[in-house]
DNA sequence: ATACATGCAAATTGTTTGCGGGCAG
DNA sequence: CTGCCCGCAAACAATTTGCATGTAT
């Protein structure tokens, strides 16, 4: 892959990130360096940094796709439906029965991804605060 | 809810479909009973019907909305990515570690999904029999 | 009768593509 | 130099919305 200079840029950001990004997101903070960088080139770009491994992508339930560094070590998704908040955890449940599985469906399973919803500590303080009505 | 033409044919296909279907999918086999149904209508009755809980909405990773039968036994879904075909599997690891996840996180879970992908036994066969040239 | 649903067409939103010029190797 | 890559604008695809009409209650 041809090291250019919105490539670097954008591989710095997806590494860097905390939680999966969306393109727009991804494109925002790009701007921040090179303002000029088009929303066309991020999506080329993730394109191909998927084809090479160089990040996953994900979609949560708003259906947009977004994008993380790839190499993590396996985990999943944790998502907080009041502020949008998402966050990586580390656990996962399906190895121990993944043969299980396989020997029930007659699958050969490639590859899992498991989301959990909820309220993140902020907000499930928020909404008890609100209605005890003592912040 | 007012319980149009429209909404029983809608509200049949969902209940009858053997797994999760797009607003297309469920359009074009509405056309069967009612070719006049416009996608609009689909749309804005799968929206009411989620709010209702009639309904649960599924993404895999194409990013398509699909919707399936509310009310079913708690379950997840596998994916063959060589034919599409989509599965029910009633098995949920999940349940048992949730508390442990809440703690951990300090998030209230309220949601979850699990998406399974790999090949079916049919395709599984066809990649086999391709290789080996034993069909 | 009235409020809510519908069909149609147009608007939005997220993503992809075609093209002419630009830059990394 | 040369082929891949970029920015821009236009094309697409999925979904949403506005409006005039139709229909379940």
Redesign the pocket.
């Known amino acids: 892959?041809?090291?250019?200079?919105?490539?670097k840029v954008l591989l710095e950001i997806i590494n860097q990130a905390a939680s999966p990004l969306?393109?727009?997101e991804i494109m925002l903070q790009a701007h921040q360096q090179?303002p000029?960088?088009?929303?066309?080139?991020v999506?080329?770009?993730l394109?191909?940094m998927l084809e090479l491994g160089l990040c996953q992508q994900i979609r949560f339930q708003d259906?947009?796709?977004r994008f993380e560094q790839a190499g993590l070590v396996h985990h999943h998704h944790l998502v907080c439906t009041a502020c949008g908040r998402r966050e990586a955890v580390p656990i996962c449940p399906l190895h121990q029965i993944q043969q299980q599985l396989e020997a029930a469906s007659g699958y050969k399973i490639t590859y899992h991804e498991i989301n959990l919803y909820g309220l993140c500590p902020d907000c499930l303080k928020k909404q008890v605060s609100e209605q005890t009505g003592h912040p």
Chains 1, 2 share one sequence.
């Not at 000029?36 to 080139?41: E, F, H, Q, R």
């Open positions: 892959m041809r090291m250019t200079r919105q490539r969306s393109a727009e090179d000029s960088l088009a929303l066309s080139t999506y080329r770009n394109e191909k259906g947009l796709a």
